[in-house]
């Protein structure tokens, strides 16, 4: 009878063990057979080879694979290593020299040549490799692999479906459900679940082959705006209220503002589109002058500029991007508007980069809390009469804004707070409180007022939507 020691730290085991003299590793005594050919240990025997026997953990675990793997090295300079892979997990045995000599079945020899050797992880059921192919070489008294070099496999749990159990007279279908990532949403007249079939195809009940996709999530913010917070001079949006604000620089570095209303547009103004440039450019001349950033400074592609076909009355452009934009909580565009959200006093948000108290653009984003006002007062304000032959040019800043059906018309805070230059293209915000959801009411024009005039002026979203969906759509 010999005896060896199999090493493990910290697994525990109904064997027969010693706790080794002033260590925390675990040792156990393998008492084995003799036998030649063969291995034993109780009861469970494993073919091995002629020569002096190692012991060996054969049945430590129940229902585990052992892989046994001889090492090459002479045993008069390491002791023989066998690598286990038991149930997943990998584990080392060192047996002693005095077992190594001859433990390894040598290979024939050949002329001009040597023998190379090499081993090959595998995992147990319901397991597969992390990394590599588990192939290991032995080279310069290391084991290699040509993926990941010296570092071994690790097997993890592999998620693929396993096949069903069958049952007496029937048969399994197979079922799966699509769903979407954190800030996606499935797009489907469906509900997302499909059946394979005998043709082997997988449909669903509503949509057939069909498959759904995932949209983007809008107008859910991680973290909103608190309705219930005063504001006094603005606030910084610290904890990323706004994730639809975009920021617009021109050519000339001039700062505006824009907003998205998917992962690939973003509205703003005509205004700001032709910032820097003569009212005879085109939009395909305009398109490579632009600079745009979503999220923290995320610079994104500009493809092209779509303007309003009407755009000297209704300032209002779209801009598509080369590419989608990832949605999380930094990035996220607003929502349209299926109902007309602008009431007088209805009170809304909105976002940007523009102008502070001190006329110095800022390099924070920053938001006010604004309410809707009297449109008729406001159409006074800047043209002095509200009948269209008695207008006159009255603006108190000395520029005239847009100001028609498209339009509507929002006042200062309380505390004489206002947009200005910079915060065009920009969203006024509001939330609807029915389905928790945060929608675009308008485009903010003219942000020219500045606490001096009284109003800005805004594009009505609600006038806009066919033209953005067509647009869109053709695009």
């Known amino acids: 009878m010999w005896e060896t020691w199999v090493r493990s730290l910290g697994w525990e085991d109904p064997l027969e063990k010693e706790m080794a003299t002033n260590s925390s590793i675990l040792a156990w005594k393998i008492p084995w057979t003799e036998k030649p050919g063969r291995l034993q240990y109780h009861g469970v025997a494993k073919s091995w080879g002629d020569g002096p026997r190692v012991g060996m953990a054969c049945a430590l675990m129940p229902m585990c694979t052992v892989k046994l793997l001889r090492s090459p090295l002479s045993s008069s300079v390491l002791p023989a290593v066998i690598t286990l892979l038991l149930c997943g997990q990998l584990l080392a045995v060192e047996t002693g020299s005095e077992a190594a000599a001859g433990s390894c079945p040598k290979a024939p020899e050949i002329a001009n040549g040597h023998v190379e050797y090499s081993v090959r992880y595998q995992c147990d059921k319901y397991y597969k490799l992390r990394a590599g192919n588990g192939v290991y070489t032995f080279n310069n008294k290391q084991w290699i692999n040509k993926d990941i070099g010296l570092q071994l496999p690790e097997c993890e749990e592999d998620v693929s479906c396993p096949e069903a159990p069958k049952i007496k007279n029937g048969y399994v279908e197979y079922s799966v459900r699509y769903q979407c990532k954190t ?93 820097g440039h003569t009212s005879d450019k085109k939009a395909k001349d305009i398109t490579p002058t632009l600079r745009l950033y979503v999220g923290k400074n ?30 999380n909580d930094k990035v996220m565009p607003i929502c349209l508007p299926s109902k007309d959200y602008v009431a007088v006093d209805r009170v809304g948000y909105v976002s940007g980069w523009g102008r502070n108290e001190n006329f110095n653009f800022t390099g924070h984003l920053k938001y006010v809390m604004l309410p809707v006002a009297d449109q008729d007062k406001c159409v006074k304000h800047y043209e002095g009469n509200a009948a269209p032959k008695n207008k006159t040019a009255t603006s108190p800043v000395g520029v005239q804004p847009i100001l028609n059906e498209n339009t509507f018309c929002v006042g200062l805070s309380k505390y004489q707070e206002d947009t200005c230059y910079g915060d065009a293209g920009s969203a006024f915000v509001v939330h609807d409180q029915e389905d928790d959801t945060w929608y675009a009411a308008g485009i903010l024009s003219f942000d020219k007022s500045c606490a001096v005039a009284e109003y800005g002026v805004y594009v009505k979203v609600t006038s806009i939507l066919d033209w953005v969906r067509k647009t869109i759509a053709n695009n």
């Open 298 to 327: 995320q610079l994104v592609e500009v493809e092209k500029v779509v303007l309003h076909p009407d755009h000297s009355k209704v300032d209002i452009g779209l801009i598509k991007l080369r590419q989608k934009v990832p949605v």
């Open 183 to 275: 800030y996606y949403k499935l797009r489907t007249d469906g509900d997302g679940v499909y059946t394979f079939n005998s043709k082997k195809q997988w449909i669903n009940k509503n949509v057939g082959q069909q498959l759904p996709e995932c949209e983007a999530v809008c107008g859910k913010p991680k973290h909103p705006v608190d309705q219930t917070q005063r504001i006094i001079g603005g606030s910084l949006d610290a904890k990323g209220s706004f994730p639809w604000q975009a920021k617009m620089v021109s050519h000339h570095n001039l700062i505006s503002g824009a907003t998205l209303i998917n992962e690939r547009w973003l509205l703003t103004t005509a205004k700001n589109l032709y910032l």
